[in-house]
């Protein structure tokens, strides 16, 4: 099984600043990667898929890079409604589907 | 406009059953995979459970968590899918979130072959099973 490793747990950054979220995957899944958006009583939200594809609708701020094991998604200029929790999930090599424990952006 | 939307939660003591249902508008559902994926409180994400459209067959894939006592299946003639629940444990308590999976296709190195990378492009609001006695 995929172990994926996110960092940090938790993230505080102000509006108008950048927020980079890391994503480690204990063994190589391509470009196979999702990031998805969690916010308490809301459906969440594929943010991008195949590592730096943002789904439809997303924001340009929303971008995502990297392969391999090591992947980034960055939120440039970070709006309030951004906050919430991010999780990365690995598509490369299933069942099962395996998700990081996840980052809390917090807006400071 | 996509919608899933789950049904079927509530509160049920440990040993017994619960059948989750995701209802689905918008899309032809016949045409797509699904998954479960439930969040366990103060913990993240787990998924538990995915089924193939039926042109790959309807088969269907589990965690090791819940192997054995849970089955995913589908109505494609009324566009829902359910999660029976058999046996639940104390540790089953979560949020279960129904989700779509849409599919990259990636020819292989051999003729006919094809890898199938799945990920899950809409997601219901969830429901909340409580295991407790």
């Known amino acids: 099984e995929i172990v994926m490793t996110q960092s940090p747990a938790t993230l505080s950054v102000s509006p ?3 927020a980079t979220l890391s994503c480690r995957a204990s063994q190589s899944v391509s470009n196979n990667l999702a990031w998805y958006q969690l916010k308490p009583g809301q459906a969440p939200r594929l943010l991008i ?12 701020r929303f971008s995502g890079s990297g392969s391999g094991t090591e992947f980034t998604l960055t939120i440039s200029s970070l709006q309030s409604e951004d906050f919430g929790t991010y999780y990365c999930q690995q598509y490369n090599i299933w ?3 395996s998700f990081g424990q996840g980052t809390v952006l917090e807006i400071k | 406009e996509v919608q899933l939307v789950e049904s079927g939660g509530g509160l049920v003591q440990p040993g017994r059953s619960l059948r989750l249902s995701c209802t689905t508008s918008g899309f032809t559902f016949g045409d797509y995979a699904m998954s479960w994926v439930r969040q366990t409180p103060g913990k993240g994400l787990e998924w538990i459970s995915f089924i193939r459209n039926k042109v790959y067959g309807g088969t269907t894939e589990y965690a090791a ?5 849970f089955t995913f299946s589908r109505d494609d003639s009324k566009g829902i899918a359910y999660l029976q629940m058999n046996s639940l444990k104390r540790e089953d308590t979560a949020v279960y979130y129904c989700t779509r999976q849409d599919v990259e296709v990636v020819p292989g190195a051999v003729f006919g072959q094809s890898f199938h990378y799945y990920y899950m492009d809409v997601w219901g609001r969830g429901t909340t099973v409580t295991v407790s006695s």
Not at chain 1, 49 to 60: E, K, L, Y
Request: hydrophobic share 30%.
């Open chain 2, 65 to 69: 968590s819940v192997k054995g006592r």
């Open chain 1, 16 to 18: 108008g600043e950048r």
């Open chain 1, 95 to 97: 069942p099962p589907f």
């Open chain 1, 49 to 60: 898929f195949g590592a730096s594809t943002r789904a439809t609708g997303i924001s340009a």
